[in-house]
């Protein structure tokens, strides 16, 4: 068949000029305002479940609630897990929870700090008052293990700060939720010490790659919900400022173009099937 040959023709070379392509179709078009309605309606009406459960969960939660947010991630992973970090930290501020904001990795205390202040302005809430930067905390599974028995020895810096929500805080057991927004292991390390040894709530975001593995923990109610990668942040920001297309951050216009890669890598593996299940067919087994 001349379709069949014509697809035995495609080459790695043909896979990675075509995947280029359409990378450059996504980001061209993720601008245009008619798309980004249309992109926009379609993730509205897509929210998953793991997110919605998140965000439900800390809508709960009432006023003045002392919340640890725990950004574990580095440049590299910015573009996914940035847009959960902010969107966390709006609904906290929008809800006057009280925040601790710290980071197990070294190169993602600056941008946990960073990201904390800015949206903390835009909530007229105050450091020190109505927030603390813990900053890197050094250990990973050893500090978060420390937290569940004594807070501020596993996080140094908050013994220097006056905040006044600081005072009744002993143990990661006093604080209404832990929320950790992993590149690497930090969250199941969370869910492993301090839901399970110790009782607290946990939550998070992760990358895609990890979405899949932390899945288990949210079914054994170990884990209440999850952000996963960036579909997982458009969520948030859907769930959380129910923007208008002209209003979008990155998170929600780039997941056009990850459909589309998606989608071009699903018609691959189609294809590819088909050119097995015909030679299969038509040479026999011994082919």
Not at 36 to 61: C, G, H, V, W
Request: net charge positive; glycine share 6%.
């Amino acid at each position: 068949m001349i379709i069949i040959e014509l697809f035995k023709k495609i080459t790695r070379r043909t896979i990675f000029l075509t995947v280029a392509i359409f990378l450059t179709i996504g980001a061209i078009f993720s601008d245009v305002y008619w798309i980004k309605k249309i992109n926009l309606e379609m993730l509205r009406k897509s929210i998953t479940p793991a997110s919605k459960q998140a965000y439900d969960f800390i809508e709960s939660l009432p006023p003045n609630s002392v919340v640890l947010v725990s950004g574990d991630y580095g440049p590299s992973t910015r573009v996914e897990a940035d847009p959960i970090l902010e969107n966390f930290l709006k609904q906290s501020f929008r809800k006057n929870f009280k925040v601790i904001a710290i980071s197990l990795w070294p190169d993602g205390a600056q941008i946990v700090a960073t990201k904390t202040r800015q949206v903390a302005s835009q909530y007229n809430k105050q450091e020190d008052v109505d927030y603390v930067i813990g900053g890197y905390v050094v250990g990973a599974a050893v500090a978060i293990e420390k937290m569940g028995v004594d807070l501020k020895d596993a996080i140094p810096l908050l013994n220097k700060s006056p905040a006044p929500f600081l005072k009744n805080i002993k143990t990661a057991h006093d604080l209404n939720l832990v929320f950790c927004i992993a590149a690497g292991d930090t969250l199941q390390y969370y869910i492993r010490i301090l839901k399970s040894r110790y009782g607290v709530n946990v939550s998070g975001g992760c990358t895609a790659v990890m979405a899949a593995e932390m899945y288990p923990y949210i079914l054994s109610k170990q884990l209440i919900g999850l952000f996963g990668g960036l579909k997982g942040a458009a969520d948030y920001e859907i769930l959380e400022s129910n923007p208008e297309p002209d209003q979008v951050s990155e998170a929600v216009k780039y997941m056009l173009t990850q459909s589309l890669i998606h989608a071009l890598i699903i018609i691959f593996i189609i294809i590819a099937n088909i050119v097995f299940i015909y030679d299969r067919l038509k040479y026999g087994k011994k082919r």
